[in-house]
């Protein structure tokens, strides 16, 4: 089965970097995304807020990153824990989006 989303938004909240206990540095934060699409042949708005994380040597340059800025992040949707079911993305790749 397929697992793969892209998301781009302006990060809205930014955890202070961590590491794992086998040394692994782990950001993570929120996106905000806003967008029109259309659905069903009628447009609508489209907003949500996405929880990411992002584990690995890309980790620091997201945490050093400021909120407001614009990413596109790509990953996978898995559960937060075992006891809760809710959605992060687990990003693979990030891009910083510049502004016009």
Not at 20 to 34: I, M, S, Y
Not at 71 to 90: D, Q, T, Y
Request: cysteine-free.
């Amino acid at each position: 089965m397929k697992n793969t989303l892209v998301l781009e938004g302006r990060l809205v909240e930014l955890m202070p970097l961590r590491h794992t206990p086998a040394g692994l540095a782990v950001a993570g934060g929120r996106l905000e995304h806003h967008s029109r699409v259309i659905e069903a042949g009628v447009e609508r708005a489209v907003e949500v807020e996405q929880e990411f994380v992002l584990l690995g040597p890309s980790a620091p340059l997201l945490a050093a990153a400021k909120l407001g800025s614009t990413v596109s992040l790509m990953g996978f949707l898995a559960a937060k824990s075992l006891k809760s079911r809710k959605p992060v993305l687990h990003v693979q790749t990030i891009e910083f989006v510049k502004e016009n």
